[in-house]
């Protein structure tokens, strides 16, 4: 049995769903952005947000100049422990449900990660005319071959070598 009346199993969840986290965050180790995310996709979780990033995540991560927690048994209970506090101190005072424990509570609503706000492709067909080369015409038409492959873009530089720029006529001046 692990501290805090959690059994070993869910430790190794708990450690499995931080992790997830941070993956969103695109880190290996536990961020304040990461944090973020959890408060706003767990229920229970969204009474912690004020005090997230001011006074659990800050005592929860490694040292006073790292902006993040790397994720360990200890180091992720020692976050849920904090939590739970702090969400005992704003219910002033209620109990969790019977046979619970406010960590228990947290964890059992800690979800795996969910992707919101993420783009979806358009139903009005919009985006498929922008990716079929065969309408293009002019320059952007020299862009792609007949398979719609890109061939690396039209060569057009711009000779700026003259005294205005642009200028067409160089060594043409004394040229009668």
Same mark, same amino acid.
């Given at each position: 049995?692990?501290?805090?009346?959690?059994?070993?199993?869910?430790?190794?969840?708990?450690?499995?769903?931080?992790? @997830?986290?941070?993956?969103? &965050?695109?880190?290996? +180790?536990? $961020?304040? @952005?990461?944090?973020?995310?959890? $408060?706003?996709? =767990?229920?229970? *979780?969204?009474?912690?947000?004020?005090?997230?990033?001011?006074?659990?995540?800050?005592?929860?991560?490694?040292?006073?100049?790292?902006?993040?927690?790397?994720?360990?048994?200890?180091?992720?209970?020692?976050?849920?422990?904090?939590? &739970?506090?702090?969400?005992?101190?704003?219910?002033?005072?209620?109990?969790?449900?019977?046979?619970?424990? *406010?960590?228990?509570?947290?964890?059992? =609503?800690?979800?795996?990660? @969910?992707?919101?706000?993420?783009?979806?492709?358009?139903?009005?067909? =919009?985006?498929?005319?922008?990716?079929? $080369?065969?309408? %293009?015409?002019?320059?952007?038409? +020299?862009?792609?071959?007949?398979?719609?492959?890109?061939?690396?873009?039209?060569?057009?530089?711009?000779?700026?070598?003259?005294?205005?720029? &642009? %200028?067409?006529?160089?060594? $043409?001046?004394?040229?009668?």
């Amino acid at each position: 049995m692990a501290s805090g009346g959690l059994s070993d199993e869910e430790v190794s969840e708990l450690v499995d769903k931080l992790k @997830q986290y941070a993956k969103l &965050a695109h880190k290996e +180790n536990l $961020t304040s @952005q990461a944090t973020g995310k959890i $408060t706003k996709d =767990n229920l229970l *979780w969204k009474e912690l947000r004020t005090d997230m990033d001011s006074s659990i995540f800050p005592v929860c991560k490694d040292d006073k100049t790292k902006p993040f927690m790397t994720i360990t048994k200890e180091k992720s209970m020692k976050f849920l422990a904090k939590s &739970a506090e702090k969400l005992e101190a704003k219910r002033k005072g209620k109990k969790p449900p019977e046979g619970s424990t *406010w960590e228990k509570e947290l964890l059992k =609503n800690l979800k795996g990660t @969910q992707l919101t706000g993420v783009t979806k492709e358009s139903k009005s067909g =919009n985006v498929k005319g922008m990716t079929d $080369t065969s309408a %293009y015409t002019g320059m952007h038409a +020299n862009k792609f071959d007949k398979d719609g492959k890109g061939l690396g873009g039209a060569d057009a530089r711009v000779d700026n070598s003259g005294y205005v720029g &642009a %200028y067409k006529g160089k060594d $043409t001046y004394d040229k009668k």
